[in-house]
């Protein structure tokens, strides 16, 4: 199987699947400038927080590498604009500051303005190839967990396409059945973008792990029909206290997993947690357009003129929590 | 306000409203036969436990009107495919099977053709009086349980479309508001076939009631932030002992209702009482289509070719009920 490459830095570019248009369109799209990158950030081409944070870091390194002057102060000057536009993008995921702050960083301590976008550059690839070396470990790590016939219940989307890499909680899964382990996925479609139902199954089926689609609301269901042995999940940004903000809908399954006596995983890289904030209160959610849940498509079902809420992300306390799958081994909650 | 009428006796056929179409359009069939009601009940254009029992009735009593003979046996004979023809439509609804068994009884215990059908029409439209009398006691029992200011969650639907009456929840939501309780409503969407979005919502802005859709992924991200004072839903079944069967997903909101101290009641007339069957464990739950949960809104968001599951109910089991809202005042569970 070829392995996909949702982020491929071309040097002068950033190429990225689209992944709105998955699974009915596999589109490659060259993203020429920092406004591209931030667009394709905010409208979920590219998304998933570690995806995000390695995307966020290419379209720093190309918005700076177009600054044209030498002179090193008018270069910090056009270069905070940069940052502040990928920084603006989106608000959650932990990943997307923590590229931010190691970019900010470098040409803060950059000598001049060529060496700064050497360096700028340089840091990105670095990123990125840390979010490779972390998800490779966190499948490993993962993987242990899971025994021979288990059926695992993920939701969203956490794959390679989330991650560059190998996936963080979706990774875990793959790398279990790749080392011969007969295991059954339960996939939730993750309203209201269906990152499960598009992006998950798209996965899965490329890997020919076995899988069932099912809707967010039959997760409960099934795990209380003694029909879940295990649930791993990622994340977008986990508190000094182990809250962990996620994909809306993941402190339902939590607690559901809680009540059923089902062991609840988060799988997340390093650059996920948050060590600034001490507990999940201090997470910034989300609030999406209310068309992602009128719509889809284009296609308008519920009545016109109707109020919606639609947070992107809900926050897990800690206590759900069983443990933190993470390419330094498992941390216990 | 014009009163819906989901389901209308003509004499010589049954006129619905067509709820899969709903809310971008409203469009009444006429169903001529005993197979359009069967096939009008399978397909979801008339849907919800009670106005299920309440066309079941009317389809029965049309297909024995229909039979033509005026020899007891003969008539009998032909019947039973009539009857049994409504009972295989849906295997979940009490009210359903409610409405087959009194009917069958009407023929058991009828002198001669004619009369049998004339006392068939008669019973259906003593059911579907009766639907109408309960649910306005429901909604007048189960409104003075909200107080003013109460934000209150609901599941799919269960107004007047589903129950031919004032409706179940949605008829108690309904009646509060009237009474003149400032209360707003958080309405889940209901996936897979969307009831929430596309018949909740339409009812309550035909009302004026203030509400807001959700995804179902979001009922517990509410309930956790202390937005959500109670939560009622409807009911499909319910056994001796409290399990009750209702729409996929609201086993999951009782266990979050449960987990964040939040009162959680099921409003169902005693036509979806089962005294038949002890606990929950033997309902029948119907599998649909896998289309459902691979389309949303008649569009394709999954790969093709996959597995998927979709059971239509789940079981809550009797200790995360609060009560039960009856037309016989409140039972506690």
Known sequence: MSSIKPVEWLGDRLMIIDQTRLPQHEIYLELADVHQVAEAIKSLKVRGAPSIGVAAAYGIALG??????????????????????IAATRPTARNLFMAVERMDDIVGRAPDVISAKDRLAAEAEKIHDAEIESTRLIAQ?????????????????????????????????????????KI??????????????????WELRREHVPFRLITDSMAGHFM?????????????????????ANKIGTYSIAVLAHENGIPFYIAAPSTTFDQRIATGDEIVIEERSPDEVTHLYGKRTAPEGIEVCNPAFDVTPANYITGFITENGILKS
């Open 64 to 85: 700076a590498q177009q600054i044209e002057t030498q002179d090193l102060e008018e270069f910090r000057k056009a270069y905070k604009n940069v940052s502040a536009e």
């Open 141 to 181: 790590n993962g993987a242990a967990l899971i025994r021979d016939g288990d059926t695992i219940l993920t939701h969203c989307n956490t794959g390679p396409l989330a991650t560059t890499g190998s996936g963080t909680a979706l990774g875990v899964i793959i790398e279990a059945f790749r080392q011969g382990k």
């Open 184 to 201: 059954e996925v339960l996939a939730t479609e993750t309203r209201p973008l269906c990152q499960g139902a598009r992006l998950t199954a």
């Open 224 to 244: 209380k029909g003694a029909r879940v042995d295990m649930v791993v999940v990622g994340a977008d940004r986990i508190a000094r206290n182990g809250d962990t």
